[in-house]
């Protein structure tokens, strides 16, 4: 069967204009052009847009797609074993994020007592697919595979005590950062307890271990050289970020 793209839009829930830019970048070419200049869709340009969906599900962006499907030695049916395996995974953290609704529902309805553990059920999960997702590239390159699956798996661990304790470490920072930024001074009292309490932060998702004075000092720079790692301390004040890596070189005698 064939399929205008007003067709074929209709059939995937897709617009038409995303099939003309699929056309334009190459990610997918009609195999047909009518004598009208209509773009014409055959079988095997429906299981390339099948492909194609099935990649976008996961979050995968156009141009990477169209250089996976284009690889030479592309195995379809891997691909998709690979794609049920991580469905499959992501099905069973939304069960487990639906069952922590469902409890924390009849808990405030006084059916149900909830332990602190089970409110955070699902929920650190997503946190690291989030986190994964918009730094663990840059956080690769930096750290290496190894250090950061041990501090995913330390996150992973975490109490409700400690993710408390979180909370009011970075609330301190902000804080005492505000502070030392008012002091001007990066070698200030201030700018030294800010640097402290960020080392005490870090270091319950890092673990002890984990946390030098060199791999504190790498996050800083992540911080000055990606607005994405900066942003809540670009939102407090301009020049923070590279404040604050100034102070925690001074802080470590570097």
């Not at 986190?131 to 950061?148: A, R, S, T």
């Not at 005492?176 to 030294?192: F, Q, S, V, Y």
């Amino acid at each position: 069967m064939e399929y205008t793209i007003g067709k074929l839009a209709k059939l995937a829930g897709l617009t038409t204009r995303t099939l003309r830019y699929y056309d334009q970048i190459d990610l997918l070419n009609p195999s047909k052009t009518a004598d009208n200049g209509y773009r014409i869709y055959t079988k095997r340009d429906v299981d390339r847009l099948q492909q194609i969906l099935f990649f976008r599900v996961l979050k995968i962006s156009p141009e990477v797609i169209r250089g996976i499907l284009d690889y030479p030695d592309y195995d379809a049916l891997s691909v998709l074993e690979t794609h049920r395996a991580a469905l499959r995974e992501q099905r069973e953290q939304l069960e487990e994020i639906l069952e922590n609704v469902e409890k924390t529902i009849a808990k405030m309805k006084g059916e149900y007592q909830m332990t602190d553990q089970e409110k955070f059920k699902g929920l650190k999960e997503k946190l690291l697919e989030e986190n994964q997702e918009k730094y663990g590239k840059e956080l690769m390159e930096k750290y290496g595979e190894k250090q950061l699956k041990k501090a995913n798996e330390r996150f992973s661990s975490l109490t409700q005590e400690e993710f408390e304790k979180a909370e009011k470490l970075s609330e301190a920072f902000t804080e005492a950062l505000k502070g030392a930024a008012a002091c001007g001074d990066p070698a200030c009292a201030e700018a030294r307890e800010a640097c402290s309490i960020h080392r005490e932060w870090l270091a319950l998702y890092w673990g002890k271990s984990g946390l030098t004075p060199v791999t504190h000092l790498n996050l800083a720079d992540m911080y000055c050289s990606d607005a994405r790692f900066a942003e809540n301390m670009e939102a407090l004040a301009e020049g923070r970020a590279e404040f604050f890596r100034k102070a925690l070189i001074l802080y470590y005698d570097l």
